[in-house]
């Protein structure tokens, strides 16, 4: 036959030719010993040299047995089977090739350009991994029935005729020679560090080394925890990027992956953007195209890993090559932000070298590379979240590929606007509502808008709870009592919440402006007149998540770190569109104060750096203040709105007093609203105080509010206001 079928056939002949190079080089050595010259046979019962060792002359002979043709053995025969054999390899192999038959030995080889040499020391290690008597062969000849692994000193003697060879050879058993360089061969150092000469060292071959050999693909078990290979099948239509990004990754990456061998410029994209904006896919897509595969690494994981990292660098590297596949660095700002990243990144820039013809580094952060990758193609492509058009897309295409059922009252447009999530969020959350519907009704499992509205809040902001306090909103525009006119200013802002994607979307708005495209509002007005109870509100007739800012956990007296507190509120909060209420804010945002020292100075930046995120998220931001006159006319100048709350009337206190309590509290027709309204000058939070702390007084007092509990919460709310109070007529002082 002129070629070989499988890879087995292959290698059956190359051990055949290990074999016969093994038994010419111990018939050799018992020449040397006996005083024999090569053309003359041998007795192999006469020699004496080796007897008393466990191994015996004709143990080894008998392993030989299908290499003795002549009875005595003659080496000149056996040199000509040993040439004829390494021809018709040679032969086979090339006709193999041009066939296309898949030869792991010979891929290997031609994958990482090795020499003659490293080619035979590879098989030399190989042959004890597949056959045990290779261990007393190796034993035998290097007179040590303890090493049954071949030795550098065995290696150049049988593979190196003259000394001038052995020398040369010598380099390859460097740690810059491929061997081990890329840990193809493990050069074993003995029971104790450095002993021993480098001749005297045994050799043994990696394990996912003959793994690959033997045809199986998977990955090295040390790379396992944190890597994955990945068959891509992502195309280029379910990749949300502009057509010209997709255009010039696909031909920049096709030029110069065809000559990747003699390429002196390796693709590198530097892919940055918030988790699913489709970094992943497009790399998907591009290796489907190119025809390769994708190797994940999951770089936090990986600083963990079980050896150093310049190992597991290789390690990984060489499997992309192994298995015709690009790298793709899953958060590679772990990377950059470690303690060692300088080193970390140039173990990294030496894998670009020598073993990346394409790689990935995927990262929330920018990152700009230093010189030492002035040689590499780095290109930095953004991925930003997607617009409000995008969006929409993408809700209509994941609901329609969801296999689920969805509520005719889901409203898409409605979902684009109200959540700047990305397409792997989208992702999460139909998957979060489709389980939420098939939990409350197994049988139909419908998915609606509240399901959708919650799993979009679910996975939008997973961090901010961390923050800020997430409140609960429960209170609806019945429960509110405020003049009409702010009434309609309140609604006027959910108006803005509600419509944006027409007016920014639809209508062009996006385009022309770059920020200050959410909704900032500030509420003034004395504590207890409804600024929180209306921001409550706000979030349930939007249907969003409202999260109040402790002031406390923001400002910090170091100078820089209350931008960074702020920072992280907005980034988090800047996906899910999240109302942030900064209650209180006056004490924070108070006037600008002129500058007499770098305290003040430093003041005068946080207060600019707020105003800065708030024109920058897109979501509602609202401060709520008791004095507005605090606040400095630069703030009330690029607030949107400005809603005063006013200390209630008799008029609105009466309205507070009637829809206080709830409808299940049992109240005498003694109690007189009326009464309570005239006489008690105070704002809905005290009435609040008051209408609780009268329940727990009838609780315990004949399960039904009178008026006389209700006058005795009037009169402790009064003593923790610090008012006068008269018992005989309890009416109160003008405050």
Request: aromatic share 10%.
């Amino acid at each position: 036959m002129d070629h070989y079928e499988n890879n087995w056939q292959h290698l059956s002949d190359e051990l055949k030719w290990i074999d016969l190079l093994l038994y010419i080089h111990i018939l050799k050595s018992r020449m040397a010993q006996q005083g024999y010259d090569e053309g003359t046979s041998i007795d192999l019962m006469s020699l004496d040299e080796f007897r008393g060792l466990v191994i015996t002359d004709e143990e080894i002979d008998g392993l030989f047995s299908e290499q003795i043709s002549t009875e005595p053995p003659e080496i000149q025969h056996l040199m000509g089977l040993l040439m004829s054999l390494e021809a018709d390899i040679r032969k086979r192999l090339e006709t193999s090739i041009r066939r296309g038959i898949p030869l792991s030995f010979a891929h290997l080889s031609e994958l990482f350009c090795l020499s003659d040499f490293e080619k035979r020391v590879i098989l030399l290690c190989l042959a004890p991994e597949l056959e045990r008597k290779y261990e007393r062969i190796y034993a035998y000849l290097q007179n040590d029935v303890t090493q049954k692994k071949p030795t550098v000193e065995l290696a150049l003697s049988l593979f190196c005729a003259a000394q001038d060879d052995r020398l040369a050879a010598m380099s390859a058993f460097s740690y810059r020679s491929s061997l081990l360089r890329f840990g193809f061969v493990q050069i074993d150092n003995g029971l104790q560090e450095g002993t021993g000469s480098l001749l005297s060292r045994p050799l043994g071959l990696d394990a996912r080394i003959l793994d690959f050999i033997l045809g199986f693909d998977a990955i090295d078990e040390r790379i396992s925890s944190f890597a994955e290979m990945v068959a891509p099948r992502i195309t280029w239509d379910q990749v949300w990027i502009p057509e010209n990004v997709k255009e010039k990754m696909l031909l920049v990456t096709r030029k110069y992956m065809e000559h990747v061998q003699e390429a002196d410029r390796k693709p590198i994209y530097m892919l940055h953007g918030d988790y699913g904006t489709g970094k992943r896919e497009a790399a998907e897509a591009l290796c489907r195209d190119t025809g390769i595969n994708l190797l994940v690494c999951n770089m936090s994981a990986m600083l963990d890993g079980p050896a150093t990292f310049a190992d597991l660098v290789i390690l990984l590297f060489r499997e992309a090559i192994l298995q015709n596949a690009a790298v793709y660095l899953d958060g590679f700002e772990y990377l950059v932000g470690s303690e060692k990243s300088t080193i970390y990144i140039s173990s990294l820039f030496k894998a670009f070298e020598a073993l990346s013809p394409l790689t990935f580094l995927d990262s929330k952060a920018d990152w700009e590379p230093t010189s030492e990758f002035e040689d590499h193609l780095f290109m930095n492509i953004i991925f930003p979240v997607p617009d409000y058009e995008v969006r929409k897309n993408w809700w209509n295409s994941l609901l329609r590929s969801s296999n689920c059922h969805v509520s005719p009252e889901v409203n898409i447009d409605e979902l684009a606007s109200n959540f700047r999530i990305s397409g792997g969020q989208i992702r999460d959350a139909i998957a979060k509502a489709r389980n939420m519907a098939i939990w409350r009704d197994p049988d139909n499992g419908q998915m609606e808008m509240a399901d959708l509205n919650l799993a979009c809040r679910a996975k939008s902001n997973q961090n901010l709870r961390h923050l800020a306090l997430k409140l609960e909103p429960k209170y609806l525009w019945d429960d509110i009592v405020l003049p009409a006119e702010r009434i309609s200013q309140l609604q006027e802002i959910c108006r803005h919440a509600e419509y944006r994607h027409i007016v920014y979307g639809n209508w062009g708005f996006d385009r022309k402006l770059s920020y200050g495209k959410g909704v900032n509002a500030l509420f003034s007005g004395p504590a207890g007149t409804g600024k929180t109870m209306a921001a409550e509100v706000i979030a349930n007739e939007l249907q969003r998540d409202i999260y109040k800012i402790d002031l406390s956990q923001v400002v910090s007296k170091y100078i820089g770190e209350t931008e960074k507190n702020l920072h992280r509120i907005f980034q988090e909060a800047y996906g899910s569109n999240a109302i942030l209420f900064f209650d209180e804010a006056d004490a924070l945002f108070g006037k600008r104060s002129e500058v007499k020292d770098a305290h003040d100075r430093y003041a005068n930046i946080e207060i600019a750096y707020l105003l800065q995120k708030m024109e920058e998220y897109d979501g509602i931001t609202i401060l709520a203040t008791n004095l507005r006159k605090n606040i400095d006319e630069a703030f009330t100048r690029r607030m949107q709105f400005i809603v005063e709350f006013p200390f209630p009337d008799e008029e609105m206190r009466r309205r507070i007093w009637s829809i206080i309590f709830p409808k299940e509290m049992p109240i005498s027709e003694e109690v007189n609203l009326d009464v309570l309204a005239e006489r008690f000058r105070l704002s809905g939070g005290n009435i609040k105080n008051i209408a609780l702390a009268g329940a727990f007084c009838a609780a315990g007092d004949g399960g039904v509010v009178q008026m006389t509990h209700l006058i005795h919460a009037v009169r402790r709310e009064y003593q923790k206001l610090g008012r006068t109070w008269d018992d005989s007529t309890a009416i109160q002082e003008n405050p």
